[in-house]
């Protein structure tokens, strides 16, 4: 397999995307919660995991279960990244 360059320029422009920054304040937001209800904490290794495939669209109200970060790494679909 032949690993290529990344190219960061443009993955710091798709994260500064608007749809972009409001899936992360959704991320951060889910994760909170966890944290708060006693489900997550700091330094735990694990992840907040919206149940059900929800790719497109708001995640707001989205059920979220907490998870290994490996489990949670592990069944994300692969995507890769175009150049452009």
């Not at 993955?11 to 966890?34: G, I, S």
């Not at 790494?73 to 995507?79: C, G, L, M, V």
Request: no cysteine; hydrophobic share 25%; net charge positive.
């Amino acid at each position: 397999m032949v690993r290529k360059d990344r190219n960061y320029e443009q993955e710091a422009a798709y994260h500064a995307k608007p749809e972009q920054k409001k899936r992360r304040v959704e991320r951060n937001k889910a994760r909170r919660e966890a944290i708060k209800e006693g489900r997550a904490s700091k330094g735990d290794g694990k992840e907040v995991d919206h149940v059900g495939s929800h790719r497109t669209g708001s995640l707001d109200g989205v059920p979220t279960k907490v998870v290994s970060k490996r489990v949670n790494r592990s069944r994300q679909p692969k995507t890769k990244v175009q150049n452009a």
